[in-house]
């Protein structure tokens, strides 16, 4: 059974650091394009990074450049998000997620209807 499983969410002030985990089981996740979005309560789910398999090459949204840094551990099948100077405006839910044969062109990777997503973890900066 194919899943991705995020975990590392949580509260913290703002300036503080989390790093998130996706760990995906039942295929191997160093084979995939990996994305991260997010989504805030009233908004659209939006883009945050993007990993490529090919050559780890990255991408950011804007708002994250120099805070946020993707990453992958193939060996134990798991993408990281590294958060920095988190700020209120970074609350939200966290996914990850990927697609056969998707690669990263923007910080936003196209997940089609046959994509997997995982559950989400909550992000709250708050002092």
């Known amino acids: 059974q194919v899943q991705l499983v995020e975990s590392g969410g949580g509260l913290v002030q703002p300036g503080g650091s989390l790093r998130l985990s996706c760990a995906a089981s039942g295929f191997t996740l160093g084979y995939y394009a990996i994305g991260w979005f997010r989504q805030a309560p009233g908004k659209e789910r939006e883009g945050v990074s993007c990993?490529?398999?090919?050559?780890?090459?990255?991408f950011y949204r804007d708002s994250v450049k120099g805070r946020f840094t993707i990453s992958r551990d193939n060996a134990k099948n798991t993408v990281y998000l590294q958060m920095n100077s988190l700020k209120p405006e970074d609350t939200a839910v966290y996914y990850c997620a990927t697609d056969t044969y998707a690669q990263c062109y923007s910080a936003q990777i196209s997940v089609g209807p046959r994509g997997y997503w995982g559950q989400g973890t909550q992000v709250t900066i708050s002092s």
């Open positions: 990993i490529n398999t090919s050559d780890g090459s990255t």
